[in-house]
């Protein structure tokens, strides 16, 4: 069925009226009424739901956050994110199906109406086509969507962690783990040993992810290569993987063709990959659709990179950032407000800020603020206590990310440069 909106009037005994259906762009969503809403993959697999103003998003994993703005102490605004647990979990999951099951049932009946909204992309499929629709949707119950997250574990070690503006991109998991991973303040990687796929291996993932997503593959617009450091491996592999995706996959603005189309391909990078991979292969990389690295910078401050046993100084890192911007390679830096308490309060924020001010930084590049969130049994707890470092407070925090904001607009050569935030606790996959 093609892309489009199409409004349903229901009898009053079949719930809330008027039903907008969202078709194919690029998931399916089910709007009762106006403020209820359900999103499906074009499987039809629930991914999100909004009603009475929260927000819930469902994982591959099978996890099930919920995201509301709540106002907290000195009236700060922030959004709490929580994992839905137990029977509030099931609940939430089973509410997907039976919220839209009058919604069927009424089409099935043939009892509704088509509602002429004057909207552009309006359209008016037919009983079966929509009946098709709703079923797809209906058809995961609960022994299918434990068996799905089965099906993504057998495909993918944890998806640990995005940048925000790619939470839907496709995860390609061409290397597992961080090849460092002893940032204290870091754990995503904790859990497995660096590994890189062969060639072999590779293709049989990429096999694996398309037939795990299925037609809900479309919904993803980008490419996301894996895990922490997929960039570090040999030159020649590097390359030879970027060509496969070439192949088989249309990237960048290409003629179109029946392959699957993406926009570009993304990942994350350390400071010494990004200094040492040489113009020559970045620029290979940047005609095969590499288009943004995203680097953990953290901080500027060197004696605080040292306690924190983050590689590299500050000043291989703006080496690196210069010189993926002279290969054509957009970056994405990210800072992370809060690290080294009120110690290294001003001397993070001077310090990175004028490391900020020496890269060549422009309006296709991003700089993404991330509180520090520290889990009771991380190794940065251990070091904060040994060297006399309170976490900040949710206020000193809140001032912390201003002082940031405030110095990133007023300065000539960043006001350019957008800023977002990346709050790691929204992330699932
Ligand atoms: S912060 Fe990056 S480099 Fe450090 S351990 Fe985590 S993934 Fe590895």
């Known amino acids: 069925?093609?892309?489009?909106?199409?409004?349903?009037?229901?009898?009053?005994?079949?719930?809330?009226?008027?039903?907008?259906?969202?078709?194919?762009?690029?998931?399916?969503?089910?709007?009762?009424?106006?403020?209820?809403?359900?999103?499906?993959?074009?499987?039809?697999?629930?991914f999100a739901a909004f009603f009475n103003e929260r927000r819930f998003r469902r994982a591959l994993d099978g996890r099930v956050?919920?995201?509301v703005w709540v106002t907290g102490a000195r009236g700060l605004r922030h959004r709490r994110v929580r994992l839905l647990e137990g029977e509030e979990k099931s609940g939430?999951?089973?509410?997907?199906?039976?919220?839209?099951?009058?919604?069927?049932?009424?089409?099935?009946?043939?009892?509704?109406?088509?509602?002429?909204?004057?909207?552009?992309?309006?359209?008016?499929?037919?009983?079966?086509?929509?009946?098709?629709?709703?079923?797809?949707?209906?058809?995961?119950?609960d022994a299918r969507l434990a068996a799905d997250v089965v099906a993504f574990h057998r495909v993918y070690r944890p998806v640990s962690i995005l940048p925000?503006?790619?939470?839907?991109?496709?995860?390609?998991?061409?290397?597992?783990?961080?090849?460092?991973?002893?940032?204290?303040?870091?754990?995503?990687?904790?859990?497995?040993?660096?590994?890189?796929?062969?060639?072999?291996?590779?293709l049989r993932h990429l096999e694996a992810?398309?037939?795990?997503?299925?037609?809900a593959i479309r919904m993803r617009k980008t490419l996301f290569l894996g895990d922490a450091n997929a960039l570090h491996m040999p030159a020649d592999a590097l390359l030879r993987r970027f060509e496969i995706l070439n192949q088989r996959y249309r990237i960048g603005r290409r003629a179109a063709d029946d392959r699957l189309a993406f926009s570009?391909?993304?990942?994350?990078?350390?400071?010494?990959?990004?200094?040492?991979?040489?113009?020559?292969?970045?620029?290979?990389?940047?005609?095969?659709?590499?288009?943004?690295?995203?680097?953990?910078?953290?901080?500027?401050?060197?004696?605080?990179?040292?306690?924190?046993?983050?590689?590299?100084?500050?000043?291989?890192?703006?080496?690196?950032?210069?010189?993926?911007?002279?290969?054509?390679?957009?970056?994405?830096?990210i800072l992370l407000n809060g690290i080294g308490g009120r110690t290294f309060f001003e001397t993070h924020l001077r310090d990175s800020l004028a490391a900020l001010q020496a890269m060549p930084l422009d309006a296709q590049d991003m700089i993404y603020l991330s509180d520090l969130m520290v889990c009771e049994d991380s190794d940065y707890r251990t070091v904060a206590q040994r060297q006399g470092w309170d976490l900040l407070s949710a206020e000193e925090l809140h001032a912390q990310r201003q002082?940031?904001?405030?110095?990133?607009?007023?300065?000539?050569?960043?006001?350019?440069?957008?800023v977002a935030n990346y709050d790691i606790r929204e992330f699932v996959y």
């Open 209 to 215: 992810v398309e037939h795990y997503f299925g037609h």
């Open 92 to 141: 939430l999951l089973r509410r997907f199906r039976e919220r839209v099951q009058p919604v069927y049932a009424a089409v099935s009946a043939g009892r509704y109406r088509l509602r002429k909204t004057g909207h552009p992309h309006e359209i008016q499929p037919d009983r079966d086509a929509l009946r098709q629709l709703l079923q797809t949707i209906f058809a995961w119950d």
């Open 164 to 202: 925000p503006d790619q939470y839907l991109a496709l995860y390609i998991q061409m290397t597992l783990g961080c090849y460092y991973n002893r940032c204290v303040f870091c754990d995503f990687y904790r859990d497995r040993p660096y590994r890189e796929l062969d060639d072999a291996g590779f």
């Open 1 to 46: 069925m093609r892309k489009g909106i199409v409004a349903l009037e229901l009898d009053s005994k079949d719930g809330p009226s008027p039903v907008y259906i969202k078709l194919n762009a690029p998931a399916h969503s089910v709007w009762l009424g106006g403020a209820e809403g359900y999103t499906y993959d074009l499987e039809g697999r629930p």
């Open 264 to 333: 570009g391909i993304y990942s994350f990078i350390d400071a010494f990959t990004g200094a040492h991979l040489s113009r020559d292969v970045l620029t290979q990389l940047t005609r095969l659709g590499l288009r943004r690295v995203y680097l953990g910078f953290e901080t500027g401050h060197d004696p605080l990179r040292h306690l924190l046993q983050k590689p590299g100084k500050t000043q291989q890192v703006i080496e690196a950032v210069q010189n993926l911007k002279q290969a054509g390679v957009c970056v994405g830096v």
């Open 403 to 418: 002082q940031w904001l405030r110095a990133l607009r007023s300065d000539e050569r960043l006001r350019h440069v957008k």
């Open 65 to 67: 956050i919920e995201t």
